[in-house]
């Protein structure tokens, strides 16, 4: 059991320094994690962001995410978590064109009679 936890003290240690030195090549970068990921997004990604943030997203989608206020960045880090939140309430969704076009009324037509005789 000993063994076990000495496993696992090591993992997180090594966890914890590899999260510091991240955290100072960023200072050093200039950049967080959220600014590195944002900057990256496609036109159409970033303007859904902005538009759920409450930002004019026609004005500034071409704007680094260092270049926001600290308001602005705050509510875009708040839609980025509203936005993962919900595409993991639609998970494990089959999210197929045909669950897409279902029509209850064209199933409910169908005579299911389940009785064996």
């Known amino acids: 059991m000993s063994k076990l936890m ?3 003290s090591a993992y997180n240690s090594s966890e914890n ?9 960023r200072v050093k970068l ?5 600014a590195s990921h944002y900057d990256r997004l ?15 997203a026609d ?10 206020d600290r308001r602005q960045r705050n509510d875009i880090r708040h839609a980025i978590i509203e936005l993962i939140n ?11 064109k045909d669950q897409c076009h279902l ?15």
């Open 30 to 34: 200039g950049k967080s994690s959220i």
């Open 42 to 56: 496609c036109k159409a990604h970033k303007q859904l962001l902005l538009h759920h943030a409450g930002i004019n």
């Open 6 to 8: 000495t496993e696992d």
């Open 86 to 96: 919900l595409a993991h309430f639609f998970n494990k969704v089959n999210l197929c």
């Open 17 to 25: 320094i590899a999260e510091k030195t991240l955290a100072m090549m």
């Open 103 to 117: 029509h209850l009324n064209s199933i409910k037509s169908h005579n299911f009679n389940t009785s064996s005789g």
């Open 59 to 68: 004005l500034h989608w071409d704007n680094g995410f260092e270049h926001f």
